[in-house]
C-alpha cells in the first residue's frame, strides 16, 4: 500500500531495536523503492510532547492507516 507523505500512520509489528511497539503511531516522513521494488519509508516517532525520539526506516508492510474506530493512547517507553 503507499501512503502519503507527512501523514500519522501506526506501526504493525514491533520495532525492539527503537523500543517501539504495534500500534505506536508515526509520522512519515519520506519514501524509498528498494533495488528489488519493495516500498519502504523513513518514519519520525515523537514522545507525547512532540520531541522526537527515533527516525528509522521500515518496509511498507510494518504500517498500517489510522482508523475512526481507535483510540490513542500513551505508554512508558
Do not use: W
Not at 2 to 10: A, G, H, I, N, S
Not at 23 to 38: F, N, T
Not at 47 to 65: F, Q
Amino acid at each position: 500500500m503507499k501512503f502519503d507523505l507527512y501523514t500519522d500512520v501506526m506501526l504493525a509489528c514491533d520495532l525492539p531495536e527503537h523500543r517501539l511497539r504495534r500500534g505506536d503511531i508515526v509520522k512519515l516522513v519520506d519514501h524509498h523503492v528498494a533495488p528489488d521494488g519493495a516500498q519502504g519509508y523513513s518514519i519520525e516517532v515523537f514522545n507525547a510532547v512532540g520531541d522526537t525520539i527515533a527516525v528509522t526506516t521500515v518496509p511498507a508492510s510494518a504500517l498500517e492507516v489510522l482508523r475512526q474506530d481507535e483510540v490513542l493512547c500513551v505508554r512508558t517507553i
